[in-house]
């Protein structure tokens, strides 16, 4: 879990780091993450959200982790200043009309070196209005700035 | 922390009573979905009474709200459900999208920290579903990643799903869209509003029902 600042009274919450001015987008490719745990993955994404950044995730979380960012975003909401929770968004490579024999490919090959045909975009949702995602298409609605 | 024994004691209580043979039936969804308006409907049809609020603003229901012995019937064969309304699930809350709906800033943070404990809530009682209701506004986008991600943790669960579209009666409604975006799944085209559907909404309950634990 990622560590919560909580401000006790006449104590001054902690604030979302980062230029307001500046988009900083923050490439992360799997094996940065590979070989985390779940708690280790959040907290490692956290980190960089924390900073007012976007994150592209090469692959994607688990739903469990998925879940678990949301609750973990919840957490810090109102105890971090400027902190209203993340937009995400997951893109996945397409596995409709493929044979079996491919198919199965594919999932041995997810086993192997996890999930990486697939594409994450998170990002604060001070930065990040609105992510609108259709199976082929991402479209990121920045908040003005 | 009053709030947080209190919850748990409810999950605690809820346990106890699925050995009694009710279906724990879950409503989850994003917020302003329609999820207590579908439960309401639900117990307006079969106990002539409303289960909670519903309002235009986001993150009306804060807190799990349970109808214990809600009986349905269908061609004969009765089932005994506990309905289960769930706070709306969002990955971001801000109170100043409260100040639109004229609440002052104190309030509006007040409600934005009960939206987050109420999400957080949600999340937890996914653990306890027999089966659930993923409740979609069929006038927005059904790719949205809180659909997926509720989807994706019930499935992982083995916990059966039904994806009900609301709001078909609305001219922006786009059913298809929604079963493009989830053919693995029953969907059925309801409006909770007018009660647009039900028959068919409470054919796939049964059917949902069949597949829970």
Partial sequence: MVKKKVAKKGQRKSKVKGKKDNLTIHFMPYSEIAREDSIGRIKKIMGVVLKNKIIILQGKLRADEEARLIENSMTLIGNIEGFAGVEIATISGDTDGIGVFERVRNNLAKILVGEKDAITIIGPASVVKDITRDPKKIELMLSGR | ?213
């Fill in chain 2, 1 to 213: 922390m009053i709030k947080i024994i209190r919850n748990f004691a409810r999950r605690l209580f809820s346990k106890f009573l699925a050995n009694k043979g009710e279906i724990k039936l879950g409503f989850y969804g994003s917020p302003n979905a329609g999820k207590t308006s579908l439960a309401n409907r639900i117990c307006q049809d079969w106990l002539g009474e409303d289960l909670g609020i519903v309002s235009r603003m986001p993150h009306e229901t804060r807190e799990i709200q349970i109808r214990e012995d809600v009986v349905i019937e269908k061609n004969g064969k009765k089932v005994n459900f506990n309905l289960i309304d769930t706070p709306g699930i969002a990955t971001k809350v801000d109170f100043e999208d409260f100040l639109k709906f004229g609440l002052k800033k104190k309030e509006a943070q007040s409600r934005a920290k009960e939206a987050t404990q109420g999400i957080i809530e949600s999340i937890k009682w996914l653990d306890d579903m027999d089966a659930v209701i993923v409740m979609l506004d069929s006038t927005a986008n059904p790719y949205s990643q809180v659909n997926i991600t509720i989807i994706g943790n019930l499935v992982a669960r083995k916990v059966p799903v039904l994806v009900v579209a609301n709001k078909i009666d609305l001219k922006k409604s786009d059913i298809k869209k929604v079963k493009g975006a989830f053919p693995e799944y029953e969907v059925v085209g309801i409006s909770a509003k007018n009660g647009e559907n039900m028959e068919e909404f409470y054919e796939e309950l049964f059917k949902l029902v069949k597949r829970a634990k």
